[in-house]
């Protein structure tokens, strides 16, 4: 917006009488009197008066509307799907994600420029996060492999578990001696940014040179952060209505929404996968599929749980369709990583999401800015301490790079920062600065790591960043 009103002052300078910009409420008006051609005009005036007039329509527009043209919203689009594409091929060139590019981009077409203002990205956070959430963890598992989830399963669990509790701990601390909160109020902060985001941590790991295994415990870790900081948020929103924690129903809720998660997953998947078999030549068989993830999305939010686990767990299923043909014997239709549809509809939702991040985006107060990055950085510090008593010898130093670096926080953090606007909870403006402060800072962090860990050699072997260690040799008598 700056830079179109300092364009609109270089030109009046030019043509003269063009008044400063005034604020009138909501509403940004240019006095443009000065400019419209008189009959003692020259036809070069004649034709800037209007076509700054028409500038002037545009920026009023935009900055007095909730929301812009269908044409304006549609180049907004057009230029987020450009960047998106080069922000991959960029992505596999130098080893430097595009996750901050886009979520730049977000912050430029709405706080910045205000194409889209703040109350109609609140309106349609639970619509999209709904679609990104279920497309996602449905990707997200469809790249699992069960036998090398399987061989990471403790270090996953470790690291989610953890990691989530050594998060939480740290910026709850920091808000309750810092700003003076309540603790409930301090947990619940920490909480919502407490998990690594898994919609980044899928796209990132996909093209990273790293072993197999250490893939399967990215994203296993990062699904079941998600997962946790979602029943924790939800829990502890409560728990602040009521005024009191109460553990056994922590638990409780965890406990139920893994069982709905798992239920779902597995009793829809596997039938799901046998059913498909028998009309696999047909044309819509990833559309289906599709319908039996927004049920499925249905079912487990009416039974408790946020559909999640349900969508990663149904992925899990499909992707790994040829272990599962084996078992059964029977033929299983093509529906996996290698599926143009189900690649183009992934990437468009991964683009939008980031730039959806950023238009989330909320600036005013200082403190919760610097608050912001210093939690951030005790959350890496955190994470590296972790990783080092975590890992063993069998990962090799790229992957220990990779898997320390990776903290980024996403669209759940984000979508989870809004409740307290909505429910009308103590310190409820800031949640949305603080939290987009971390994801910034940590997706940042985990770009530059990244960009560093990309020096590092993979070892020269079959499976990538993974070592094998090779059995001590036995004298020959």
């Known amino acids: ?70 044409p304006v919203l549609l180049l907004a689009a057009g230029v987020t799907i450009f960047l998106g594409v080069s922000g991959e091929a960029f992505f596999k060139k130098t080893g430097i994600p595009d ?50 989830m399987a061989k990471t399963a403790h270090f996953a669990v470790i690291l989610s578990v953890v990691g989530f509790a050594i998060s939480v701990g740290i910026v709850a601390a920091l808000a309750h001696f810092g700003f003076g909160w309540e603790w409930l109020d301090s947990i619940l902060l920490g909480s919502i940014v407490g ?45 602040i209505v009521v005024g009191t924690l109460d553990l056994q129903t922590l638990g409780d809720t965890i406990g139920s929404s893994i069982a709905v998660g798992l239920i779902l997953g597995l009793g829809v998947g596997l039938p799901w996968m046998y059913l498909s078999s028998k009309f696999m030549k047909g044309q819509h068989v990833y559309m289906l599929t599709l319908g039996i993830l927004f049920v499925l999305y249905f079912f ?23 272990r599962f043909a084996k078992l059964f014997r029977f033929k299983m239709p093509n529906i996996d990583t290698n599926d143009s549809m189900h690649n ?13 991040v950023g238009l989330l985006a909320s600036f005013g107060n200082i403190e919760y800015v610097i608050f912001g990055i210093i939690a951030t950085v005790a959350i890496y510090i955190g994470r590296v301490i972790l990783s080092k008593m975590t890992l063993t010898n069998s990962f090799s130093k790229l992957d220990k790079k990779v898997t320390t670096i990776m903290i980024p926080r996403g669209l759940a953090a ?22 987009f402060t971390i994801i910034m800072a940590s997706v940042i962090i985990t770009t530059l790591g990244l960009g560093g860990a990309k020096k590092i050699p993979p070892p020269e072997c079959t499976e990538g960043g993974f070592v094998v260690r090779e059995q001590p040799k036995t004298a020959v008598t």
């Open 99 to 148: 996750v901050a590019f886009l979520m730049i981009l977000g912050v430029i077409i709405g706080p910045v420029l205000g194409l889209i203002q703040p109350d109609v990205i609140i309106e349609i956070v639970p619509y999209f996060a709904a679609i990104a959430l279920i497309i996602i963890m449905f990707d997200g598992g469809l790249n699992l492999d069960l036998k090398s």
């Open 300 to 322: 487990a939010n009416h039974y408790g749980e946020s559909g999640a686990l349900t969508a990663l767990v149904f992925g899990l299923m499909v992707g790994n369709k040829h």
């Open 1 to 70: 917006m700056q830079f179109v009103l300092s364009i609109l002052e270089i030109l009046n300078q030019y043509v003269g009488g063009l008044s400063l910009p005034k604020i009138d409420g909501n509403n940004l008006s240019i006095d443009l009197s000065g400019i419209f051609p008189t009959s003692g005009e020259s036809s070069g005036t004649a034709v800037i008066g209007p076509a700054l007039d028409w500038i002037n329509n545009i920026v009023h527009s935009v900055a007095s509307d909730s929301i812009v043209s269908a």
């Open 195 to 239: 998990g690594s985001s898994s919609a980044i941590v899928f796209g990132l790991v996909r093209n990273l040179r790293i072993s197999d295994k250490a893939k399967s415990l990215l994203s296993f870790e990062s699904a079941l952060t998600d997962i946790l900081a979602t029943i924790v948020a939800f829990v502890m929103f409560g728990a």
């Open 414 to 435: 984000a979508v989870l920062a809004t409740f307290p606007l909505t429910m009308g909870l103590p310190n409820a403006e800031a949640y949305p600065q603080i939290v």
């Open 344 to 356: 183009q509809l992934t990437f468009l939702v991964r683009t939008f999401f980031f730039v959806f």
